[in-house]
């Protein structure tokens, strides 16, 4: 069964600091990974993609990675700031661009 | 560029009544999608759009919801008669296959409440 699981499911963390998401799936065959934020209130938007050659990808202060053999991704966010609070969603892409979504890590930043 | 538009954003109403959500995707994204996504939960498939054919909607409780893209531009999701456990945010999303990896591009939402 195509599945994608997430950790931490919630994570309180100090502006400024750095954190790191997790990302576990069993979605085959696999065509793509995205990781995509979503404000409370809006839909999510993407903020990477990688393909399976692609070990890591970075955009702005999110830095993500894959480890295809072990199909598991990563995403770091460094020196966080107030407006990363959100729900972080881990996407992958099957045969046929069916997406296969986790629950999601809700990040809260405190100052 | 309009990102994808949906309404209305919010929506109060009691079971057993009837509710519709209208959304318009992107302009020349002729994939268009409806998800369904509880509190805590990753959006969830109902049905996607390739044009105005319904190509997916495996997962679309037919017994009460029901949806149409007429002209293959925007579309309607309709649930009759809705119940308790219908109670989630709908998002519509479009998608372009000239886009990268085929990326789908979410609109805000509609928050039903189910009363």
């Known amino acids: 069964k195509n599945q994608v699981e997430q950790s931490p499911q919630s994570l309180i963390i100090l502006e400024g600091k750095n954190c790191t998401l997790q990302c576990n799936y069993t979605v085959s065959p696999f065509s793509n990974l995205r990781w995509y934020k979503q404000d409370t209130g809006r839909g999510p938007v993407s903020l990477t993609i990688m393909t399976f050659s692609e070990n890591t990808k970075s955009n702005g202060r999110y830095t993500a990675t894959l480890d295809a053999d072990t199909k598991q991704s990563s995403l770091h966010i460094t020196a966080s700031q107030l407006s990363d609070s959100a729900s972080y969603i881990c996407?992958?892409?099957?045969?046929?661009?069916?997406?296969?979504f986790g629950a999601g890590t809700i990040l809260r930043v405190k100052s | 560029e309009a990102g994808v538009v949906q309404s209305p954003r919010y929506k109060i109403i009691e079971k057993k009544q009837p509710v519709a959500f209208w959304c318009n995707p992107i302009s020349g994204h002729n994939t268009l999608y409806w998800y369904l996504q509880n509190l805590g939960q990753g959006p969830e498939l109902l049905i996607r759009?390739?044009?105005?054919?319904?190509?997916?909607d495996s997962q679309l409780p037919k017994d009460r919801f029901s949806a149409e893209r007429l002209k293959g531009v925007d579309s309607t999701l309709k649930i009759q008669p809705a119940e308790l456990g219908d109670s989630a945010v709908y998002l519509c999303?479009?998608?372009?296959?000239?886009?990268?990896?085929?990326?789908?591009?979410f609109g805000p939402g509609t928050r039903l409440t189910v009363l």
């Open positions: 999303a479009s998608s372009s296959r000239r886009g990268a990896g085929n990326e789908q591009f």
């Open positions: 759009y390739e044009n105005e054919e319904a190509v997916d």
């Open positions: 996407v992958v892409s099957a045969e046929g661009n069916k997406l296969v």
